[in-house]
């Protein structure tokens, strides 16, 4: 009973959960029911979660989970954050993702995706997505982490650099487009032709490797408004900063995935979908407990998740 009335809070409403498995088994159980279910569980796996993070950061605790070892694809790990409210206001809830990466019909694709997610400070998102990396056979001596992408905040760079040194950092380059359009509409106007030309050609510039390019353009503007001035200094602060994880054709041709698709679909399909509909407001603990189940649920480890808890019971 459990495992499916879990499975529903985790990925409905706890009213519309209630129903549903009313429906489908006949067993009349209250809203409240699913929610202490839901959260009790998802907080068991977050202890276990606890010891894996433990193991992974070097302490004497048995590893509690199988490792996927073995030579295959390379991996890389993208990072994100999102916001929900809470009882505390409006938080931030960081999200990462583990993928293996190859070519899919001829376009570089994430494949054999994990994740982990949680209302946590960058140093525990951090050992959060270490232990997943671990947990998934990375660190051996036949592999490691490839790539890291992100969104261009310091935190993810410094969390890169900490557990993932070796790895190329890239910046999503939809997050780079998006601020070179940002610029164009702040300069010229929304849906102007002379807007969409001036960022077509710094796009083009960009996706040639030619980063210092942008900047150069991007200081010969002129801005009158306020409004447009600012957005033009956080891109040329942006791009000047960022530069150096722009450097697209190569990533190209080795092979690399330069999107963050993973965790910007994980941002709306794990946290935003369960946790950010209308009316929503969570303690942090519920929220916690279901980003954990999530989680798991995300992953493919549904059946997996619940045989831990059934063994540390």
Not at 195 to 215: F, H, K, P, S
Request: proline share 4%; net charge neutral.
């Amino acid at each position: 009973m459990e495992k499916g009335v879990s499975r529903l809070g985790a990925e409905l409403p706890y009213r519309r959960a209630a129903e549903t498995y009313t429906a489908l088994t006949r067993i009349p159980i209250s809203p409240k029911a699913v929610e202490g279910i839901t959260k009790g569980n998802g907080e068991a796996l977050g202890e276990e979660m606890a010891k894996e993070m433990a193991f992974a950061m070097g302490e004497e605790i048995e590893p509690p989970g199988p490792r996927e070892g073995g030579r295959g694809l390379p991996w890389g790990v993208t990072i994100d954050g999102t916001t929900i409210l809470t009882e505390e206001g409006w938080r931030e809830v960081k999200v990462g993702a583990v993928f293996r990466f190859g070519p899919v019909r001829g376009e570089v694709k994430a494949q054999e995706i994990s994740y982990r997610a949680g209302l946590w400070k960058a140093e525990e998102m951090g050992e959060a997505l270490w232990a997943e990396t671990r947990r998934r056979g990375i660190d051996t001596v036949y592999e490691d982490v490839e790539v890291v992408i992100g969104d261009g905040a310091a935190w993810i760079w410094n969390l890169a650099q900490t557990h993932y040194w070796g790895a190329t950092q890239i910046v999503d380059w939809y997050h780079a487009e998006e601020r070179l359009w940002g610029v164009g509409k702040a300069m010229y106007g929304e849906g102007e032709e002379r807007t969409r030309g001036w960022v077509e050609a710094r796009l083009g510039q960009l996706w040639g490797g030619d980063v210092e390019g942008v900047i150069l353009q991007l200081e010969a503007l002129k801005p009158h408004r306020a409004e447009a001035k600012e957005v033009v200094a956080q891109a040329l602060s942006y791009f000047t900063h960022q530069a150096r994880r722009m450097r697209y054709p190569k990533y190209r041709e080795k092979g690399y995935p330069i999107g963050s698709g993973p965790v910007e679909s994980a941002c709306k399909n794990m946290v935003g979908s369960r946790l950010k509909r209308g009316g929503m407001r969570w303690s942090c603990e519920g929220a916690q407990a279901v980003l954990n189940l999530r989680s798991e649920l995300m992953s493919g480890r549904w059946d997996e998740a619940w045989r831990r808890l059934r063994q540390a019971a």
